[in-house]
C-alpha cells in the first residue's frame, strides 16, 4: 500500500493561492490514480480534484475549476494541487489519496480511493 504525506496547508487571505504537494513512498505512483479531497467542519468530505495515473487526463469538482490545477510527477512521487483566488469557502481540510488503478477517470469511483494522506488544513479568510 502507498502511504501518503499532505503539505502546503496553511492560512490566506480570499483572492490568494497554495500550492499543496502530497509526497508518496512505498509503491510507484505509476499504477495509481490520485485525488484531492477535502472536508469541512460538518461537511462531507468531497472530490476536489483528480488525476489519471499518467497525468494526462484530469477532471475538478465543478466549485474549483478555473481555480485549481492537479498535477502529479510520478518519477519524484509527487502530488500537487495548486490552487489560486481561493474563497473562504475552500477552507477545509485537504486530504491526498490513491486509487490503485490505471483505467479511465470516470470509471474510478470515490470509493475505490484507499490510500490516504492525514490531511492539511486550508483556512481562507474573508
Known amino acids: 500500500q502507498v502511504q501518503l504525506v499532505e503539505s502546503g496547508g496553511g492560512l490566506v487571505q480570499a483572492g490568494g493561492s497554495l500550492r499543496l504537494t502530497c509526497a508518496a513512498s512505498?509503491?510507484?505512483?505509476?499504477?495509481?490514480?490520485m485525488g484531492w479531497f477535502r472536508q469541512a467542519p460538518g461537511k462531507e468530505r468531497e472530490l476536489v480534484a483528480a488525476i489519471n495515473w499518467s497525468g494526462e487526463s484530469t477532471n475538478y469538482a465543478d466549485s474549483v475549476k478555473g481555480r485549481f490545477t492537479i498535477s502529479r510527477n510520478n518519477a519524484a512521487s509527487l502530488v500537487y494541487l495548486q490552487m489560486g483566488n481561493l474563497k473562504p469557502e475552500d477552507t477545509a481540510t485537504y486530504y491526498c489519496?490513491?486509487?490503485?488503478?490505471?483505467?479511465?477517470?470516470?470509471?474510478?469511483?470515490?470509493?475505490?480511493?484507499?490510500?490516504w494522506g492525514q490531511g492539511t488544513q486550508v483556512t481562507v479568510s474573508s
Open positions: 489519496a490513491a486509487a490503485s488503478s490505471t483505467a479511465r477517470l470516470a470509471a474510478i469511483p470515490s470509493k475505490d480511493f484507499g490510500s
Open positions: 512505498g509503491r510507484t505512483l505509476r499504477n495509481y490514480a
